[in-house]
């Protein structure tokens, strides 16, 4: 049963459901969501703003980067930060719009439509929603979606599988009463944001542990997920 948006505009929305989305730069809204907007980062997505700005680790960090260790959450959470503009806009917008478009972050491809996957054991169950802002026009016309395609349209797919194994790890069960140690909190942060120094680390023969399991992935596609799991083994060894 297809139910309406809440206050805030997100409404369910079946894997089957469509919806009519398209955004360009004709729209009277064009780059409005790119201010005014807390855009929260995924490990992956660190991969793409180093590709995009050619910075490493530190420099990224220190120039677009805000992490916060929220007591609510078992590792620190990380936030792009945003120019103070009178208008909180992103760094890599102008007039023309997204500045580092092929690299954009998940958050901003997936968008209008939210996905999260739920681990069932090894089954992985999706739900999406549709968030409907008013401001957004893009819903006046274009092209019907199904969830699962329009995010595949926006190069999703590999990206989700990355993203998917951090979830796995962060939904096992022992998550709920876990508090990790400062230690285990640079830890994640190096394995899953810092892939470029975790890299360097692995070569340098650091994480014994990591190497036994097979030889470090070439890609950052690969070393994520492994590196996830990896985390999995290192703070629950026992499960
Ligand atoms: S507000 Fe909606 S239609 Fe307008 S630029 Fe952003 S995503 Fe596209
Ligand atoms: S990264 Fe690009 S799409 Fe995302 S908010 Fe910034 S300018 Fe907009």
């Given at each position: 049963?297809?139910?309406?948006?809440?206050?805030?505009?997100?409404?369910?929305?079946?894997?089957?459901?469509?919806?009519?989305?398209?955004?360009?730069?004709?729209?009277p809204?064009?780059?409005?969501?790119?201010?005014?907007?807390?855009?929260?980062?995924?490990?992956?997505?660190f991969?793409?703003?180093?590709?995009?700005?050619?910075?490493?680790?530190?420099?990224?960090?220190?120039?677009?980067?805000?992490?916060?260790?929220?007591?609510?959450?078992?590792?620190?959470?990380?936030?792009?930060?945003?120019?103070?503009?009178?208008?909180?806009?992103?760094?890599?917008?102008?007039?023309?719009?997204?500045?580092?478009?092929?690299?954009?972050?998940?958050?901003?491809?997936?968008?209008?439509?939210?996905?999260?996957?739920?681990?069932?054991?090894?089954?992985?169950?999706?739900?999406?929603?549709?968030?409907?802002?008013?401001?957004?026009?893009?819903?006046a016309?274009?092209?019907?979606?199904?969830?699962?395609?329009?995010?595949?349209?926006?190069?999703?797919?590999?990206?989700?599988?990355?993203?998917?194994?951090?979830?796995?790890?962060?939904?096992?069960?022992?998550?709920?009463?876990?508090?990790?140690?400062?230690?285990?909190?640079?830890?994640?942060?190096?394995a899953?944001?810092?892939?470029?120094?975790?890299?360097?680390?692995?070569?340098?023969?650091?994480?014994?542990?990591?190497?036994?399991?097979?030889?470090?992935?070439?890609?950052?596609?690969?070393?994520?997920?492994?590196?996830?799991?990896?985390?999995?083994?290192?703070?629950?060894?026992?499960?």
């Amino acid at each position: 049963m297809t139910t309406g948006p809440d206050m805030n505009g997100i409404m369910p929305l079946a894997a089957g459901e469509t919806f009519r989305f398209a955004c360009h730069r004709g729209r009277p809204c064009f780059t409005e969501c790119c201010r005014m907007l807390e855009l929260a980062l995924h490990p992956y997505d660190f991969v793409l703003l180093r590709r995009a700005t050619g910075l490493d680790s530190p420099k990224l960090f220190e120039r677009f980067i805000i992490e916060e260790d929220d007591r609510r959450y078992p590792f620190p959470r990380h936030y792009l930060a945003m120019v103070d503009d009178g208008r909180a806009s992103c760094p890599f917008v102008d007039a023309k719009g997204c500045q580092i478009y092929p690299f954009r972050p998940a958050a901003c491809r997936s968008y209008p439509v939210g996905r999260a996957a739920l681990f069932h054991g090894q089954a992985v169950e999706e739900r999406f929603v549709l968030v409907r802002e008013e401001h957004c026009r893009g819903f006046a016309d274009g092209a019907l979606y199904r969830p699962a395609d329009y995010l595949a349209e926006q190069g999703l797919t590999a990206i989700n599988r990355c993203h998917d194994a951090v979830a796995r790890l962060l939904q096992r069960p022992e998550m709920r009463t876990f508090t990790a140690s400062d230690e285990e909190k640079r830890l994640y942060v190096l394995a899953l944001c810092q892939t470029d120094l975790f890299r360097a680390r692995l070569q340098d023969g650091d994480f014994a542990d990591f190497t036994a399991a097979g030889p470090v992935p070439a890609s950052d596609e690969e070393l994520l997920p492994r590196a996830a799991a990896w985390l999995g083994r290192k703070f629950f060894p026992s499960s």
